[in-house]
């Protein structure tokens, strides 16, 4: 028989449940003495069970099914980006299509599916390092620049992480990845001449000392220079509106009205839980509706507000024993694919937690990305659920080959 | 084949490393800085105020006040900070005359709105201000703030009125800057130039403590400044305006417009019977709303716009110049005998002068406005030109005047005909019947007004405005350009005009009520049939000139009876009045 991750399933539903807790409490108000429900923790648990139920189809479902339909589902998820860069503004970027009650997000599906398709495209055998690159880059790329167009920095940002994760478990040559990341540590580094210079110094000695060919560093050194060169150009045909965008992703405290008003009250809430919180449903920060939407980005901050310390450890904990844990497991996965999926599912999850805690705790840019399992979202809660769905049945395949 | 798989270490160091860095900052902030973020959220000191600017005020050209601002005091409830919701609302309720569901909904629908001000009555009379606002003490929810209300000079028809920001507005507009408590302009003026009348909401946040120190979370763009809205400058004149108000028939319903010819710009704005806009700005209940509802005279009903009507004789003058344009007829042609009537096949078509007129030129059958003759006339074109030159005429289409909901009007087509009455339908006797401004043609007094100025202008159509100074992007004023010329000749034109005169000031013209001594008067009567009543709509409408003005104007009464005998003499006297402040 056929072994199931029970450990990992099991910390699945307890985060989930601490989803539901979190969200009924977060989604409550105080009138006098009256609380005030709306009744996002209901649809959040129908939700729930949508998502356990693809989670069991999914488990079920033959692998060559899985294999034939993820390309067909990459393009179509590539259209419907496309799609709802025309349909009209939903609180102000194009990030939704609505359907019906539910608005659904195509950059989750997406995210899943870039996934799937580069670990299908680049498993291939008898690549050679360029197949590779060219391949994996074309297919992340595609909804990357789509997804810029929305706009959404901090999802295009995730879709990086996934190709750098999984490109560091491949077969390509670890020099690459520092192709691939020294450009953007360039465009960074533009700010200043004396830091770009300090850093092509590092960067030269470290390819160095890699025992690289002469030829190669003298590349890399070239685009980066190039790339010092040109940022400043690029920067300036932006229109102002644009710029601002980007430097209030970078420093929120730009924008008091908005991002950076948003983490301040999130700061405050979370601080003045203290040890051990205010109490569940009893977080005054969260009561007066200082942040707007907290079921679903600020969800964290209620949870530290309410259950303070030791609560945010709790779930901290959760989380780090469940990511712990597959990512112990995924070596145990031999066919090469399904280890790049789970590698880069783990990534994008890991990721996302990091940067919507990191947040909420005033220390990463704000982004509208939700926190996985807990958050409410219904498309987001779907595609997570699913992609550990996938890590599941991979799991669980391994017996064949072994 | 398989290599040994080692990054699965590497991505478990990452793991820890982050959830590390994460804890970290917990720990930072509840177990260092706790109690500093505790202080603070006790307090409540950091949150976002919004700062509303002053909306732009209404005036007439010679600058005199139409709508202005005045001091208002407005009750405001924190849902945040309500004690007893039972309580306080029957508090409102008694003391501000105000349904308690309805408080107890504007309570609930603002529950995640806790820390703002949600607005639940207005415009508070200052004696109940006085006596209330000590018991207000006793409920910490309740905030009265003294603010500006819009405050209507006079009943009319154009400025419309503001009111509270509905939710599915709020929904639309809560991105331009618009918050749950904003006014918007709901109708007239006030909802066509929303845009220029409101302004931008400014904001700024709050981060001060108890003892007044700066908290130091932001360290600029603390405030942005409100930009308020502009002021909107009219054609409107105040005095001309009340005066025409002041002699329309008492009890009588219809409109009365007054537009300088040469640049389109409305001098006087008259529909009867009206409103006063200041019923709106308390926030008018549900029972005095179904009052003016229901009220059978409408007196919301813009009757210079919103109403369409048949336009009788006043639409004559259109045929006859389609028939000189087409050379069907020239000045001096003499078309069938009037003898009180005329048979097509089977019916006969009444001329309103049952002796009959003869047989009469153009000019003497508009002057007389002989039916016969255009009866005759019509039946020399086929319904599609007749349709097709009204149009070109800027009748059945809006022209565009600044308010909102403008009626297009409407003329019958061939289509129409045979769509309404079946294939077999008789269109001869229907377009009979519509040369003289009967049957199933609508207009609006506003598009007969536009269309007598042009006459005058020579010919050159200017679309009807409220606002003196079109207003581009930010605050520029631009002049109001747009001109069009009618489908007419000179030569047609200066007959058209010639027998306008004729029918003011030559013995037996039909209009010679409105003739004055110094002052040229143009004019067509019309007493249009209807459905509405027995007796006909009383026209007039034409423009007059001297050496002081050059206006055109419309006098519309609903069932008043005969255009030469009850419209005209209105005309007369507003002329008259005019020219006299005009010195």
């Known amino acids: 028989m056929k072994k199931f991750e029970w450990m990992i399933f099991s910390l699945l539903l307890l985060l989930l449940i601490i989803g539901i807790i979190s969200i009924y409490t977060a989604s409550s108000s ?3 003495d009256d609380f005030l429900f709306t009744n996002y923790y209901i649809k959040q648990f129908i939700w729930i069970i949508i998502s356990m139920f693809i989670l069991f189809l999914l488990l079920k479902a033959p692998s060559a099914i899985i294999e034939i339909s993820i390309f067909p589902i990459y393009i179509f998820t590539i259209l419907s980006l496309i799609l709802v860069l025309f349909l009209p503004e939903i609180k102000g970027s194009h990030r939704w299509i609505s359907l019906g009650p539910v608005n659904f997000q195509p950059s989750e599906l997406a995210k899943l599916f870039t996934i799937m398709a580069i670990s299908k495209f680049i498993s291939k055998q008898f690549l050679n390092d360029g197949q590779i690159l060219l391949r994996s880059f074309i297919i992340t790329l595609i909804p990357i620049t789509l997804i810029l167009l929305e706009p959404d920095l901090g999802t295009a940002l995730t879709f990086f992480v996934i190709l750098f994760s999984i490109l560091l478990v491949s077969d390509l040559p670890k020099f690459y990845l520092i192709l691939i990341i020294s450009p953007m540590l360039s465009i960074i580094t533009s700010i200043s001449i004396w830091i770009f210079i300090a850093y092509i110094l590092l960067l030269v000695y470290i390819l160095y000392r890699s025992n690289l060919d002469k030829v190669i560093i003298g590349f890399v050194v070239t685009i980066n ?30 924008d008091p009205f908005g991002a950076g008003y948003q983490i301040i009250q999130s700061k405050i809430a979370i601080g003045s839980g203290g040890i051990f919180g205010k109490g569940f449903l009893l977080g005054t920060q969260k009561n007066m509706n200082f942040l707007p939407e907290h079921h679903t980005d600020f969800i964290f901050s209620v949870i530290g507000e309410e259950f303070g310390f030791f609560g945010c450890t709790f779930i901290l904990l959760i989380y780090f024993l469940f990511l712990y844990k597959i990512a112990k497991s995924i070596r145990k996965i031999k066919w090469k694919e399904y280890r790049y999926v789970s590698v880069g599912i783990l990534a994008c999850i890991t990721f996302q937690i990091f940067i919507n805690i990191g947040m909420n705790l005033g220390i990463v840019p704000t982004t509208g990305i939700p ?22 049945k991979y799991l669980n395949e391994r017996s064949i080959f072994a | 084949m398989y290599r040994k798989f080692t990054i699965s270490d590497y991505i478990r160091y990452v793991i820890v490393l982050i959830f590390f860095i994460l804890i970290i900052f917990v720990f930072k902030l509840q177990i260092i ?15 976002i105020q919004t700062i509303y600017p002053t909306r732009g005020e209404i005036y007439d050209c010679k600058y005199r006040p139409i709508v202005l601002n005045k001091p208002s005091y407005n009750l405001y409830i924190t849902p945040g900070e309500i004690v007893n919701k039972e309580k306080v609302s029957k508090f409102v309720s008694t003391n501000f005359n105000k349904d308690i569901d309805e408080i107890k909904k504007i309570i609930h629908d603002n529950r995640y709105r806790s820390y703002q001000d949600i607005l639940l009555i207005q415009n508070i009379p200052f004696e109940k201000m006085v006596i209330t606002s000590e018991q207000l003490n006793y409920y910490p929810s309740l905030l ?77 763009n603390l405030q942005t400044a409100p930009q308020n809205g502009a002021d909107l400058i009219l054609t409107i004149d105040n005095d001309l305006q009340e005066y025409i108000s002041s002699i329309f028939p008492k009890n009588r319903k219809g409109s009365i417009v007054v537009m300088d010819i040469k640049t389109g710009g409305i001098l006087a704005y008259v529909s009867k019977p009206d409103f006063d806009p200041n019923i709106f700005t308390g926030g008018i209940s549900a029972k005095q709303w179904d009052n003016i509802i229901t009220d059978p005279d409408k007196p919301l009903l813009d009757r210079i716009i919103h109403g369409t009507y048949p336009p009788g004789s006043v639409y004559k003058p259109i045929l006859a110049s389609l028939g000189l344009e087409e050379k069907v007829i020239d000045s001096n042609t003499k078309l069938t005998k009037c003898e009180g009537g005329m048979w097509f096949g089977n019916r006969y078509f009444k001329c309103w002068l049952k002796e009959g007129h003869g047989r009469l030129s153009v000019v003497d059958a508009i002057k007389y406005s002989c039916d016969v003759f255009f009866y005759d006339l019509s039946t020399r074109f086929s319904l599609e030109q007749i349709n097709r030159y009204t149009k070109q005429n800027y009748l059945s289409t809006r022209t565009g005047i600044d308010l909102p909901g403008e009626r297009k009007g409407f003329f019958p087509s061939r289509k129409w005909y045979i769509d309404n009455y079946g294939k077999y339908v008789g269109i001869l006797g229907h377009k009979v019947n519509l040369s003289i401004g009967q049957g199933e043609v609508l207009v609006t007094p506003l598009q007969i007004c536009a269309y007598y100025s042009a006459l005058g202008n020579d010919g050159i159509w200017r679309r009807p405005h409220l606002l003196a100074k079109r207003i581009e992007a930010e605050h520029t004023y631009k002049d109001f350009v747009e001109q069009k010329h009618l489908p007419i000749s000179e030569a047609t034109l200066k007959l058209i005009q010639n027998s306008l005169y004729k029918t003011v000031n030559e013995s037996y013209g039909t209009g010679t009520a409105a003739s004055i001594n110094g002052i040229d008067v143009y004019g067509k009567t019309g007493s249009a049939e209807n459905h509405m009543g027995e007796i006909t709509h009383a026209w007039f409408s034409g423009y007059a000139k001297c050496d002081k003005f050059e206006i055109g104007f419309t006098v519309f009464i609903e069932n008043g009876g005969h255009g030469g005998s009850v419209s005209a003499p209105i005309a007369r006297k507003f002329i008259n009045y005019y020219y006299g402040i005009m010195e």
Do not use: C
Not at chain 1, 229 to 247: A, E, G, V
Not at chain 1, 377 to 383: A, D, M, Q, R, T
């Open chain 1, 30 to 32: 105080k009138i006098g």
């Open chain 1, 225 to 254: 220079t190039f790339i010092f060169f040109i940022t400043p150009i690029f920067w300036n045909s932006l229109k102002d509106y644009q710029q601002n965008r980007i430097l209030t992703f970078i420093n929120p405290m730009r």
């Open chain 1, 371 to 392: 926190l996985p399992f807990i958050s409410y979202g219904g498309s987001n809660l779907l595609v997570n659920v699913a992609a550990i769905g996938f890590i599941l």
């Open chain 2, 33 to 47: 800085e706790g109690e500093k973020y505790k202080n603070i959220a006790e307090k409540n000191i950091v949150r």
């Open chain 2, 144 to 220: 009265l703030k003294a603010e500006k209300v819009r405050e209507y000079y006079f009943s009319n028809h154009f400025t419309g009125y503001t009111g509270h920001i509905t939710k599915d507005e709020y929904n639309k507009l809560s991105r331009k800057g618009y918050s749950i408590n904003s006014n918007i302009g709901k109708a007239g003026l006030e909802k066509y130039y929303e845009d220029i009348l409101h302004g931008k909401n400014g904001q700024q946040v709050l981060q001060i403590d108890a003892s007044g120190k700066n908290l130091e979370f932001f360290k600029h």
